[in-house]
């Protein structure tokens, strides 16, 4: 599976993403950024964002 990325435009800094990714993967600073390196590729941050927010390129 393809790892996501956040349109940070889009982001409403609710940090959802951030508290529930299993793998710890996904920093907050007021807005999400995924860290590629930790990714498992799950897309529970995907199906979660409220926005729409964290797309997965080519899907
Ligand atoms: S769930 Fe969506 S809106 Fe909320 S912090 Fe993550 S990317 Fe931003
Ligand atoms: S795809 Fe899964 S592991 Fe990767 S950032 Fe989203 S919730 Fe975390």
């Not at 889009?10 to 907050?28: D, K, V």
């Not at 007021?30 to 797309?55: L, M, Q």
């Amino acid at each position: 599976m393809v790892k996501p990325e956040v349109n940070r435009d889009s982001c409403l800094g609710c940090s959802g993403c951030f508290t529930i990714c299993p793998a710890n993967a996904i920093e907050f600073d007021g807005k999400a950024t995924i860290i590629k390196e930790r990714c498992i590729s799950c897309h529970t941050c995907v199906n979660y964002c409220p926005v729409g927010a964290i797309v997965v390129e080519g899907e």
